[in-house]
């Protein structure tokens, strides 16, 4: 509705896409390695490009990190823990250096926001106004928590003393992903700073630039040298160095199921080494017959649609009951052609580019798939303008459970309309996934509301509204979408070892 | 009821407190008549027979015994004499199967996590008195199947056992999730919910105890289970959990499969509809565990692993109390403890006195069959631990570390060993890094703390530790700087229901009894509705 008011904003199907980039207001700074403190170059010397989504064409040439980077970060990061200062500082000093981060994140939110939709495509207004903020926020939020990591004394059977310590773990080793580089920087390296630990982070090598930015700041913050490390870089050398290194203590990864597998047996077979883990999802959105419904479709819409459907919770399985069926598909299709797909730096625009040409590539596949299988192209279905990986927003109708669409994690712009009879059913089938990410749930009735939220096997449900996402609100999956949760006050176990001391007592005033 | 615990007897000996009568040391031991000290005499007696009968041998599935699909069955051992006690069905792949489908059932159409938690609790309190009436039947099909001393297993096992289902009924009523503050229009909350069917593998040291950390949260918090219970020891766990089916448990609950690692036991760990496993054992098991289960559907998986323990002896230390408790941190359950305080570190100015009576004391440790009053120290459990403990007693003197006192195979029969004392081991020899698992003490040298902080954490275990000063600042200090999951000062192996147990390291991840071991058996579901026309945010 609002894109119309734009000028300059070119809808679905028009030649948005076409026009020459937007030219951004700056350039980049810091394209090295951060270690110890120090921007440096690879040790082996080597860079790599990282490319504009808009275009395909390279934005700056970024150190390469492999395993011997990996080695030197962790080195730092070891001392760093050992030796301190950081695990030997005060809690509050620590969430003093947070805090002032967060005021740092704030005063360069639209630098920070700049670089991260050159880099994702994602749109300018989004990171700016959404994404940016909330990693300010998820700092301010874990600020809070360093000086509150409490441990516990302990009633027993008999004479003794018991409390438990709830330490830092050590030396974490953090992979994030490319699709909310800020965010997956804020939600892994936030809680690990509240509880003491140093860590060496890879970052995506789709999407380099806004840590090694951010981490900038958090130096100029106070952050002593080798508390965080960055290493840009792939997954195949840096990642893999880094999950099955024989020094790093813990390890935390966001990104696919296969992926992650491969980092948890990586962990397994060095060190034995904790691993959080936050994988893929095919989550279930599901509108019942009392459900307002141009409010569900919009709220359906934003669900997949929204970062350009490169979301891990992406409610990428639309179940509408049958008796509004036919409205909602009628609606969403609707909706979908108004989607605004532009230059993401251009106001108004709802959807930039896919990531890469290998996701765009998957993602019209994965469109091909569901026209052979029988489900119907309501809208789009191909790719937009002839340069940069954009991809019509795209919605199926009458997919069925056992078609590709609705089993595999797509990761784009495409929407699967499922039909459901009854309740009992649609908990069967929506369940019926190897993910348990997240959930949706729109109805009045609070009953139907409560049956759903507790039958549903997912880390989130969403009633009456979708991507919320909060500091305080964990975010975790179940079955193979993931093991722990990341946020609120269950973030902090993730990098907290929990030590009972047990001391005799001599003559007790009490047990 | 008060329930005892291993080392409240140990340190009320300590105390001078006249009632101790088991893990005794030297002054109480010698009121055994017919104990024979470490010396073979006792073992070339016929070993007494065990005043209980083996009624339980089959698979419990579904809520019924029943034989494995293959028809197969292996003979359990007694670690006394190495002769068969029982013929016991043997569970491989399908079993496992049979157990998940059953135990999908209970879990997916109830009644088990749709009865009240007030319901579950009760069932798992009547079962705790069933086991207190049953104790020494319990007891009894413990020390046999397993060779550990009756003593101990009657007065500290047993009961233990029984509080751990006190205390863990006690959780089922409490499962609390929290309703969250944020920064919109919206109402947060999280449920706290069973996590489905659990799979649970165990180990032949504490078999009854640990089928208690394991069975007692994931019951409480409202899970199905499959457990395979070690090869060498399924009896006791056959006999409990029919007790627990007596208390009220409904069918498909709780299944037992009793086998091999390699067939039932890799089935359970990889099977596709497991949604959690736990398992207690070697490291490199562990491992093996842990990775079928990443490899098949991802199931989060609890481990509790070996320990290369350290025993710290400060020089302020009161050595008598300090030798007393060394030796019982390494030889308790002849040394088949995963926290076992197998490094013991003194320090150089008390090391002379500590060591010639830590190897008197080791000398006078009553060896002999566990059914005997009195006995210290049983057999190992098998063949395959007693040649393993043998070769590193052999590669500990090859090594040139001091053989005190023991290194020898006891008696000619079953697998009892010679406690077994090493001085001036070093960190580099092998007996000072791998996990023995049998009753051989090492003992070491320091100088300054800084130092025996460094090498303590030389290893890739971190499970526990002993620290034995009467300075607070060095306590305080050590007990920060030590990498491990537990840290007894003054004290060891002191076990509690409500004190969290796991590894740092290559011992384990997560931990396992008390608050902690809820968050093992729950998956966390946030909830965000928004708020329309709020009193308050």
């Given at each position: 509705?609002?894109?119309?008011?734009?000028?300059?904003?070119y809808?679905?199907?028009?030649?948005?896409?076409?026009?020459?980039?937007?030219?951004?207001?700056?350039?980049?700074?810091?394209?090295?390695?951060?270690?110890?403190?120090?921007?440096?170059?690879?040790?082996?010397?080597?860079?790599?490009?990282?490319?504009?989504?808009?275009?395909?064409?390279?934005?700056?040439?970024?150190?390469?990190?492999?395993?011997?980077d990996?080695?030197?970060?962790?080195?730092?990061?070891?001392?760093?823990?050992?030796?301190?200062?950081?695990?030997?500082?005060?809690?509050?000093?620590?969430?003093?250096?947070?805090?002032?981060?967060?005021?740092?994140?704030?005063?360069?939110?639209?630098?920070?926001?700049?670089?991260?939709?050159?880099?994702?495509?994602?749109?300018?207004?989004?990171?700016?106004?959404?994404?940016?903020?909330?990693?300010?926020r998820?700092?301010?939020?874990?600020?809070?928590?360093a000086?509150?990591?409490?441990?516990?004394?302990?009633?027993?059977?008999?004479?003794?003393h018991?409390?438990?310590?709830?330490?830092?773990?050590?030396?974490?080793?953090?992979?994030?992903?490319w699709?909310?580089?800020?965010?997956?920087?804020?939600?892994?390296?936030?809680?690990?700073?509240?509880?003491?630990?140093?860590?060496?982070?890879?970052?995506?090598e789709?999407?380099?630039?806004?840590a090694?930015?951010?981490?900038?700041?958090?130096h100029?913050?106070?952050?002593?040298?080798?508390?965080?490390n960055?290493?840009?870089?792939?997954g195949?050398?840096?990642?893999?160095?880094?999950?099955?290194?024989?020094?790093?203590?813990?390890?935390?990864?966001?990104?696919?199921?296969?992926?992650?597998?491969?980092?948890?047996?990586?962990?397994?077979?060095?060190?034995l080494?904790?691993?959080?883990?936050?994988?893929?999802?095919k989550?279930?959105?599901?509108?019942?017959?009392?459900?307002?419904?141009?409010?569900?479709?919009?709220?359906?819409?934003?669900?997949?649609f929204?970062?350009?459907?490169?979301?891990?919770?992406?409610?990428?399985?639309?179940?509408?009951?049958?008796?509004?069926?036919?409205?909602?598909?009628?609606?969403?299709?609707?909706c979908?052609?108004?989607?605004?797909?532009g230059?993401?730096?251009?106001?108004?625009?709802?959807?930039?580019?896919?990531?890469?040409?290998?996701?765009?590539?998957?993602?019209?596949?994965y469109?091909n798939?569901?026209?052979?299988?029988g489900?119907?192209?309501?809208?789009?279905?191909?790719?937009?303008?002839?340069k940069?990986?954009y991809?019509?927003?795209?919605?199926?109708?009458?997919?069925?459970?056992?078609?590709?669409?609705?089993?595999?994690?797509?990761?784009g712009?495409?929407q699967?309309?499922?039909?459901?009879?009854d309740?009992d059913?649609?908990?069967?089938?929506?369940?019926?996934?190897?993910?348990?990410?997240?959930?949706?749930?729109?109805?009045?009735?609070?009953?139907?509301?409560?049956?759903?939220?507790?039958?549903?096997?997912?880390?989130?449900?969403?009633v009456?509204?979708?991507?919320?996402?909060d500091a305080a609100?964990?975010?975790?999956?179940?079955?193979?979408?993931?093991?722990?949760?990341?946020k609120?006050?269950?973030?902090l176990?993730?990098?907290?070892?929990?030590?009972?001391?047990?001391?005799?007592?001599?003559?007790?005033?009490?047990? | 009821?008060?329930?005892?615990?291993?080392?409240?007897?140990?340190?009320?000996?300590?105390?001078?407190?006249?009632?101790?009568?088991?893990?005794?040391?030297?002054?109480n031991?010698?009121?055994?008549?017919?104990?024979?000290?470490?010396?073979?005499?006792v073992?070339?007696e016929?070993?007494?027979?065990?005043?209980?009968?083996?009624?339980?041998?089959?698979?419990?599935?579904?809520?019924?015994?029943v034989?494995?699909?293959?028809?197969?069955?292996?003979?359990?051992?007694?670690?006394?004499?190495?002769?068969?006690?029982?013929?016991v069905?043997?569970?491989?792949?399908?079993d496992?199967?049979?157990?998940?489908?059953?135990?999908?059932?209970?879990?997916?159409?109830?009644?088990?996590?749709?009865?009240t938690?007030?319901?579950?609790?009760?069932i798992?309190?009547?079962f705790?008195?069933?086991?207190?009436?049953?104790?020494d039947?319990?007891?009894?099909?413990?020390t046999?199947?397993?060779?550990?001393?009756?003593?101990?297993?009657?007065?500290?096992e047993?009961?233990?056992?029984?509080?751990?289902f006190?205390?863990?009924?006690?959780?089922?009523?409490?499962?609390?999730?929290?309703?969250?503050p944020?920064?919109?229009?919206?109402?947060h909350?999280?449920?706290?919910?069973?996590?489905?069917?659990?799979?649970?593998?165990?180990?032949?040291?504490?078999?009854?105890?640990?089928?208690?950390?394991?069975?007692?949260p994931?019951?409480?918090?409202?899970?199905?289970?499959?457990?395979?219970?070690?090869?060498?020891t399924?009896?006791?766990?056959?006999?409990a959990?029919?007790?627990?089916?007596?208390?009220?448990?409904?069918?498909?609950?709780?299944?037992?499969?009793?086998?091999?690692?390699?067939?039932?036991?890799?089935?359970l760990?990889?099977?596709?509809?497991?949604?959690?496993?736990?398992?207690?054992g070697?490291?490199?098991?562990?491992?093996?565990?842990?990775?079928?289960?990443?490899?098949?559907?991802?199931?989060?998986?609890?481990?509790?692993?070996?320990?290369k323990?350290?025993?710290i002896?400060?020089?302020?230390?009161?050595?008598?109390?300090?030798?007393?408790?060394?030796?019982?941190?390494?030889?308790?359950?002849?040394?088949?403890?995963?926290?076992?305080?197998?490094?013991?570190?003194?320090?150089?100015?008390?090391?002379?006195?500590?060591?010639?009576?830590?190897?008197?004391?080791?000398?006078?440790?009553?060896?002999?069959?566990?059914f005997?009053?009195?006995?210290?120290?049983?057999?190992?459990?098998?063949?395959?631990?007693f040649?393993?403990?043998?070769?590193?007693?052999r590669?500990?003197i090859?090594?040139?570390?001091?053989?005190?006192?023991?290194?020898?195979?006891?008696?000619?029969?079953?697998?009892?060993i010679?406690?077994?004392?090493?001085?001036?081991?070093q960190?580099?020899?092998?007996?000072?890094?791998?996990?023995i698992?049998?009753p051989?003490?090492?003992?070491?040298?320091?100088?300054?703390?800084k130092?025996?902080?460094?090498?303590?954490?030389?290893?890739r275990?971190?499970l526990?530790?002993?620290?034995?000063?009467?300075?607070?600042?060095?306590?305080?200090?050590?007990?920060?700087a030590?990498?491990v999951?537990?840290?007894?000062?003054n004290?060891?192996?002191?076990?509690?229901?409500?004190?969290?147990f796991?590894?740092?390291?290559?011992s384990?991840?997560?931990?396992?009894?008390?608050?902690?071991?809820?968050?093992?058996y729950?998956?966390?579901k946030?909830?965000?509705?928004?708020?329309?026309?709020?009193?308050?945010?």
């Amino acid at each position: 509705r609002n894109s119309f008011a734009h000028k300059g904003i070119y809808q679905y199907g028009t030649a948005a896409a076409l026009d020459e980039p937007i030219t951004t207001p700056r350039g980049v700074e810091y394209t090295q390695l951060l270690i110890n403190g120090q921007y440096v170059d690879a040790a082996s010397g080597k860079t790599f490009e990282t490319l504009d989504p808009r275009t395909g064409e390279v934005i700056a040439n970024v150190a390469e990190g492999d395993a011997e980077d990996i080695n030197r970060a962790v080195s730092a990061a070891r001392k760093a823990f050992d030796e301190g200062p950081w695990p030997k500082m005060t809690a509050y000093e620590r969430s003093c250096i947070m805090l002032r981060f967060a005021d740092l994140i704030e005063k360069h939110n639209d630098e920070l926001a700049m670089l991260e939709s050159w880099d994702n495509g994602k749109t300018y207004e989004q990171a700016a106004n959404t994404e940016v903020p909330m990693a300010a926020r998820c700092f301010q939020y874990y600020a809070g928590w360093a000086d509150k990591i409490h441990g516990l004394t302990i009633p027993t059977d008999g004479e003794f003393h018991v409390q438990t310590l709830h330490e830092p773990i050590g030396v974490v080793g953090q992979i994030i992903p490319w699709n909310f580089p800020l965010l997956m920087f804020a939600w892994k390296v936030a809680p690990a700073l509240a509880c003491g630990n140093t860590i060496v982070l890879k970052t995506a090598e789709q999407t380099p630039l806004s840590a090694l930015y951010a981490s900038k700041l958090l130096h100029e913050a106070g952050l002593p040298p080798g508390v965080l490390n960055v290493i840009s870089g792939y997954g195949r050398t840096a990642g893999s160095a880094l999950a099955s290194h024989m020094d790093v203590d813990k390890l935390a990864f966001t990104g696919s199921t296969d992926t992650g597998k491969a980092v948890l047996q990586l962990a397994v077979q060095s060190n034995l080494k904790p691993v959080t883990i936050e994988l893929g999802g095919k989550s279930p959105f599901i509108i019942c017959e009392d459900a307002d419904i141009d409010e569900a479709v919009e709220q359906a819409h934003h669900a997949v649609f929204y970062n350009q459907g490169q979301c891990c919770c992406a409610g990428s399985r639309t179940f509408v009951h049958e008796r509004v069926y036919d409205e909602f598909v009628a609606k969403s299709k609707v909706c979908a052609m108004k989607r605004v797909v532009g230059d993401p730096f251009e106001k108004g625009t709802e959807q930039g580019p896919q990531i890469d040409v290998k996701q765009f590539e998957k993602i019209l596949k994965y469109i091909n798939s569901g026209v052979e299988s029988g489900a119907t192209l309501e809208t789009g279905g191909d790719r937009y303008g002839a340069k940069g990986y954009y991809i019509q927003p795209t919605v199926f109708s009458n997919v069925k459970d056992d078609m590709l669409i609705a089993q595999d994690e797509i990761f784009g712009p495409v929407q699967s309309i499922l039909k459901f009879r009854d309740i009992d059913e649609v908990i069967r089938r929506a369940n019926a996934s190897n993910y348990g990410l997240a959930a949706g749930v729109y109805t009045k009735n609070i009953d139907t509301a409560n049956t759903l939220t507790r039958a549903i096997k997912a880390g989130t449900v969403w009633v009456n509204c979708y991507n919320v996402l909060d500091a305080a609100i964990p975010f975790g999956g179940y079955k193979m979408s993931g093991h722990g949760r990341e946020k609120g006050i269950y973030g902090l176990q993730n990098y907290l070892q929990v030590k009972a001391v047990v001391t005799r007592l001599n003559n007790p005033a009490w047990l | 009821m008060a329930a005892r615990r291993i080392s409240s007897l140990i340190s009320r000996s300590l105390s001078s407190v006249p009632s101790a009568v088991f893990l005794s040391h030297g002054k109480n031991s010698r009121w055994g008549r017919n104990i024979h000290r470490y010396s073979t005499a006792v073992l070339a007696e016929e070993p007494i027979t065990p005043p209980v009968q083996v009624n339980y041998t089959k698979l419990l599935i579904n809520g019924e015994f029943v034989d494995s699909t293959s028809g197969k069955t292996f003979p359990t051992l007694d670690p006394r004499t190495g002769e068969v006690i029982a013929h016991v069905a043997e569970g491989d792949a399908e079993d496992i199967d049979r157990a998940v489908v059953a135990a999908r059932k209970a879990f997916d159409e109830g009644p088990w996590p749709k009865m009240t938690a007030y319901e579950r609790s009760r069932i798992l309190l009547r079962f705790a008195d069933l086991v207190e009436k049953h104790s020494d039947e319990l007891a009894a099909l413990e020390t046999w199947d397993n060779g550990k001393p009756h003593e101990q297993a009657a007065k500290a096992e047993v009961p233990m056992f029984a509080r751990l289902f006190h205390y863990y009924a006690g959780w089922a009523d409490k499962i609390h999730g929290l309703t969250v503050p944020a920064d919109g229009n919206y109402h947060h909350q999280t449920l706290h919910e069973p996590i489905g069917v659990a799979g649970q593998i165990i180990p032949w040291n504490f078999p009854l105890l640990m089928f208690a950390w394991k069975v007692g949260p994931a019951l409480a918090t409202g899970n199905t289970i499959v457990l395979k219970s070690a090869e060498q020891t399924p009896l006791t766990a056959l006999y409990a959990a029919k007790l627990l089916h007596e208390a009220g448990l409904p069918p498909g609950v709780l299944n037992v499969v009793s086998g091999y690692g390699p067939t039932a036991g890799a089935a359970l760990a990889s099977h596709m509809d497991v949604d959690k496993l736990a398992f207690t054992g070697s490291t490199n098991t562990g491992k093996i565990v842990l990775e079928l289960a990443a490899k098949s559907n991802l199931k989060p998986v609890t481990l509790e692993l070996g320990g290369k323990s350290p025993f710290i002896v400060c020089e302020d230390a009161d050595v008598d109390k300090a030798v007393e408790l060394a030796h019982f941190a390494l030889f308790f359950n002849q040394g088949q403890c995963c926290c076992a305080g197998s490094r013991t570190f003194v320090h150089e100015k008390i090391y002379d006195e500590f060591l010639e009576k830590a190897k008197a004391r080791a000398a006078r440790r009553t060896v002999g069959d566990p059914f005997k009053k009195g006995i210290e120290q049983g057999p190992q459990i098998d063949s395959e631990q007693f040649d393993k403990i043998l070769r590193y007693i052999r590669s500990g003197i090859e090594s040139n570390a001091t053989l005190e006192c023991g290194g020898e195979r006891l008696g000619s029969k079953g697998y009892f060993i010679q406690p077994t004392v090493f001085s001036n081991v070093q960190d580099d020899m092998l007996i000072a890094q791998d996990e023995i698992f049998g009753p051989v003490q090492s003992i070491l040298k320091f100088k300054d703390l800084k130092e025996v902080v460094s090498r303590a954490n030389q290893t890739r275990y971190g499970l526990a530790a002993g620290v034995f000063t009467q300075n607070i600042d060095t306590a305080n200090t050590l007990s920060r700087a030590l990498r491990v999951g537990t840290v007894w000062i003054n004290c060891f192996d002191v076990f509690d229901a409500a004190i969290p147990f796991g590894g740092y390291k290559m011992s384990g991840q997560g931990r396992e009894k008390g608050i902690y071991s809820l968050n093992n058996y729950l998956q966390v579901k946030a909830v965000v509705t928004p708020l329309k026309n709020t009193a308050w945010l």
